[in-house]
Each structure stands twice: as C-alpha cells, then as structure tokens.
C-alpha cells in the first residue's frame, strides 16, 4: 500500500495512492495527519477503507509533500555500500557513520533542488529510506523491524566542498533544498526482502547509480537497534540508509548536478522520486 501527503486547492490532506489518484483518508480518519495516522497504528485501517473506496483526487491534480511532512529526526548512514574501496581496505568499518539532516534540507517529489549559489558541487545519492512507526528505545536488532511503518526513497544531496570547509560535514550535508524525499512511503509488508532492492539513479536519462541493498554493510535491523542505543525513535522519524555508488564525485571528471537537469531515483516497489535542478 502506497501512503502519501499531499495538498489540493490549498488543503493539505493524506490517503492511499490507488489507480492512479488517491483515496483521501483525512476526512475518514480522526488523525490530522499522515505521522499521526501511523503513531496510531491506523495502516490496516487506511488499507481496508481505501479497498472500497475509488479516488477523491487525481495524482496530476495535487502539489506533493514529504510522506511525513513533519519528521522530528532524520538520521543518515554514510559509507554504507561496499562500492567505496575505501570503506573496506581497512577491513570495513566497525561501527556505522551516523549524521542528522534538517528536513529543511529536503524537496519533495516533482520540485526543485537548488544547486546553492556559493559552490558548484551539488551531488546525490539514492538511498532507501526507512520511516518509523511506534517509539522504541534500546531496540532488539531482532524486534527492529517491527517499529517500521514502511519505506520510501531519499536523495541524500550534499555539497561536497562544504563537507571539508572545517571538521564536521553538518554544513555540506544541510544546504537547503540540496536533496529530495518521496513520492509517498510504501508499508512495511510491500517489501519481504531489505536485501534484493536496487537502487537506480539517472540524471538527464542517463544511468548514474546501479546498485543492489545487499551491498549494505550495516543492515537496517542493525541500524535502528544501534540508533535507538543512544536517542528514541519515534512515529515519524526517517533513517537514509546509505548510497550503493556512483555518485558524482566518484566521476572523472565529477559530474555534478546542474541547473536545468533532471534527476530520477528508482526503487522498486517504492517507485521513483523526480526532482528538476534550479540554480539558487
């Protein structure tokens, strides 16, 4: 089931993506909002709703937000593809690299990152974002995917001489608008394996990222155990799940994200999340 946030005419609203438009479950639901639906463990509830209902509104005829429009946490796994020789000449990493982004840093599906006007090196990265459900701490890696709410995609955008002006890639990792999540979230029982996705990036039609999650070297139930170690997760929070490759500084020449270029993130069954690139 495809779960989506949405606003039409000036109404922000939520509902369950369903051929080709959407059955609207603000006004059939006592939650004002898609994180509140899923806190309230209403999934089931949408699923059964949306079964005999047909469309309120058509996909072509509403403004995409965020899946969770108001995320109180998102984390970031960097490094965690063995495509990096560096990552492994050591024998790989012992602990996984765990950064925060604002949301501010973020685009929806069908609108524009910026390309910031104090450096050209605007890169991407496909990854596969999880969205938890329930608030957990000390969560056993066992028990982990039971606090999923399901899955969507995320451009982790950086800016990569940003990441090297000082000692920590907060600055790089945060320019406004510099990546992209969405289109919707996906529940959890859409996906039986975490490990047989594939993570495709094209820019411009062609191909830039080609990689399978069976690359991950620190595996989602591993990571929401470690991070629910040190913070409570809650309804609501997204982890980016790291990057398969093939990201434009990898390029020789880089091959950079400019201006006037269209990028377009698959991963199926999620779908696939299609950002234009504006200059600042």
């Known amino acids: 089931m495809k779960l989506i946030s949405y606003r039409h005419e000036g109404r922000e609203a939520y509902g369950v993506v369903k051929d080709g438009g959407i059955v609207d479950m603000t006004a059939r639901l006592d939650h004002p909002n898609l994180k509140h639906a899923i806190a309230g463990l209403s ?90 459900g329930k608030s957990g701490r000390h969560i056993p890696e066992e028990k982990a995917l039971d606090y999923v709410a399901g899955y969507t995609i995320i451009n982790e955008g950086s800016v990569r001489d940003w990441q090297t002006k000082g000692t920590q890639n907060c600055p790089g990792k945060n320019f406004h608008r510099s990546g992209a999540i969405g289109p919707w979230m996906v529940s959890r029982d859409e996906i039986d394996d975490l490990d047989a996705l594939q993570i495709k990036t094209s820019v411009g039609g062609e191909t830039r990222q080609d990689g399978g999650s069976d690359m991950m070297i620190f595996k989602i139930p591993f990571v929401i155990s470690h991070i629910s170690k040190f913070t409570w997760l809650e309804p609501g929070d997204m982890i980016a799940t790291g990057s398969p490759g093939g990201s434009a500084i990898e390029s020789n020449p880089p091959k950079w994200l400019k201006p006037g270029e269209e990028i377009s993130i698959n991963i199926d069954p999620i779908g696939t999340l299609t950002n234009p690139v504006e200059a600042e």
Request: charged residues 25%; proline residues 9%; contains cysteine.
């Open 43 to 132: 999934i089931n509830e949408m699923e059964k709703l949306a079964a005999g209902a047909d469309p309120d509104v058509g996909l072509d005829d509403i403004e995409y937000m965020f899946p969770i429009t108001s995320p109180e946490k998102i984390f970031c796994i960097g490094r965690n593809y063995r495509a990096y020789h560096e990552v492994l000449e050591d024998g790989g990493p012992k602990w996984p690299s765990i950064f925060p982004r604002f949301a501010s840093g973020f685009a929806p599906h069908g609108e524009a990152i910026i390309q910031p006007a104090v450096s050209e090196q605007l890169d991407y990265e496909g990854e596969i974002g999880v969205i938890i």
